[in-house]
T-cell receptor, first 114, second 110 residues
Framework: GAVVSQHPSRVICKSGTSVKIECRSL??????MFWYRQFPKQSLMLMAT?????????EQGVEKDKFLINHASLTLSTLTVTSAHPEDSSFYIC??????????FGDGTRLSIL | RKEVEQDPGPFNVPEGATVAFNCTYS??????FFWYRQDCRKEPKLLMS???SGNEDGRFTAQLNRASQYISLLIRDSKLSDSATYLC???????????FGAGTRLTVKP
């Protein structure tokens, strides 16, 4: 089946650091990639939708200058959490879709800001 | 009202039991529906799509009721390995507007 690779799986860093998370579709071309955030015991919350070659569409309440998304190719999207603070600590998951009706998820990145 | 609502549970059932989850959605224009399974601290994995006519995959049966705007998931003969959180997902407009329910936690006990 379709595979989405997300890297890194775990990040621990100091407050003020910028963190980049990569999301790759390994065996299909992802026309659209999504970035989600999940806090403990809560569901996934969509942060932004990213279409290849165009600017990401951010959900209400998500700061686009804080969470930089780049979707440079049909197989790669990156999320950069700029100047991360402890409240940014969360589980970040990307997903990708082509022309099928389901999304395929990466393994997630657990971000801990000290 | 939330766009997608699920009973958070937890549902604690013995092995072999039959358990059912419901999920309601608010947008009548919703086009496609899915159940995902999420294990603790892991990413969601697609369990099954939900078709208008209802569909079955082994011990799992999914149904859609558009008139009442809910979908259901039935698990028969529960296994210990079925313990997970089950997420209801509704796709409002093609693939660019998927909304997740909060998830229903299931624990199957020996």
């Amino acid at each position: 089946g379709a595979v989405v690779s997300q890297h890194p799986s775990r990040v621990i860093c100091k407050s003020g650091t910028s963190v980049k998370i990569e999301c790759r579709s390994l065996d299909f071309q992802a026309t659209t990639m999504f970035w989600y955030r999940q806090f403990p015991k809560q569901s996934l919350m969509l942060m932004a939708t990213s279409n290849e070659g165009s600017k990401a569409t951010y959900e209400q309440g998500v700061e686009k200058d804080k969470f930089l998304i780049n979707h440079a190719s049909l197989t790669l999207s990156t999320l950069t959490v700029t100047s991360a603070h402890p409240e940014d600590s969360s589980f970040y998951i990307c997903s990708a879709t082509s022309y099928t009706s389901a999304q395929h998820f990466g393994d997630g990145t657990r971000l801990s800001i000290l | 009202r939330k766009e997608v609502e699920q009973d958070p549970g937890p549902f604690n059932v013995p092995e072999g039991a039959t358990v059912a989850f419901n999920c309601t959605y608010s947008n009548s224009a919703s086009q496609s529906f899915f159940w995902y399974r999420q294990d603790c601290r892991k990413e969601p994995k697609l369990l099954m799509s939900v078709y208008s006519s209802g569909n079955e995959d082994g011990r799992f049966t999914a149904q859609l009721n558009r008139a009442s705007q809910y979908i259901s998931l039935l698990i028969r003969d529960s296994k210990l390995s079925d313990s997970a959180t089950y997420l209801c997902v509704v796709n409002v407009r093609n693939n660019n507007d998927m909304r997740f329910g909060a998830g229903t936690r299931l624990t199957v006990k020996p």
